[in-house]
């Protein structure tokens, strides 16, 4: 079917190692499409799959050429799996919310000189995990919102990535300490 869509897309069907990849992507729910018409990169999307996905469903990634995004989110894929990832040397955008990605999956993205855009929210990485992404230069988003990443290792990733958004979502203020209530609450008063 998806050399179908590739003819009527106008791109050369795959073929080869290529083609079995795909099947075996599409076999396991997987899902792998074209970007645009005149866009021949690809997007593989397994997140509708849910925890069906394992570290093993992912190895065919290995054959594809031109992987734009891929999107493993709220699936059981753990750190095992992103060693997978490593020959897509164009991957711009990876979704890894929801999984069972750890500090240690993180050391297989290292090569990832395309990423601009990566998910963590609701992992289990910490500032140790944000090591293996300095390298990553084209790095412009990412997402680590219910991670244990705290705003120092936040800083620190800033400080050797300047160009990156690190978003670690919406947090509460600090409570005020008992000395400043006080001082508020003088201020009430007299108004």
Do not use: C
């Amino acid at each position: 079917m998806n050399n179908l869509f590739a003819f009527f897309q106008g791109a050369a069907p795959a073929s080869g190692p290529e083609a079995a990849a795909i099947a075996a992507i599409e076999k396991v729910g997987g899902a792998v499409r074209q970007i645009a018409q005149s866009d021949d990169r690809k997007e593989v999307d397994f997140h509708l799959q849910g925890a069906s996905i394992k570290d093993a469903d992912l190895k065919p990634l290995a054959q594809l050429k031109k992987v734009m995004r891929v999107h493993l989110g709220k699936t059981s894929v753990g750190d095992a799996g992103l060693a997978s990832l490593k020959a897509l040397a164009d991957l711009a955008e990876l979704h890894l919310e929801g999984s069972k990605v750890t500090d240690a999956g993180l050391a297989h993205l290292k090569g990832l000189v395309n990423l601009t855009y990566l998910n963590l929210h609701g992992t289990a990485v910490s500032d140790a995990g944000l090591a293996h992404l300095t390298g990553l230069k084209n790095l412009k988003n990412l997402y680590v919102w219910q991670t244990k990443v705290t705003e120092e290792g936040a800083k620190k990733l800033k400080a050797a990535l300047p160009g990156v958004n690190v978003d670690r979502g919406w947090e509460l203020p600090p409570e005020p300490k008992k000395e400043e209530k006080k001082e508020e609450k003088k201020e009430e008063k007299k108004q």
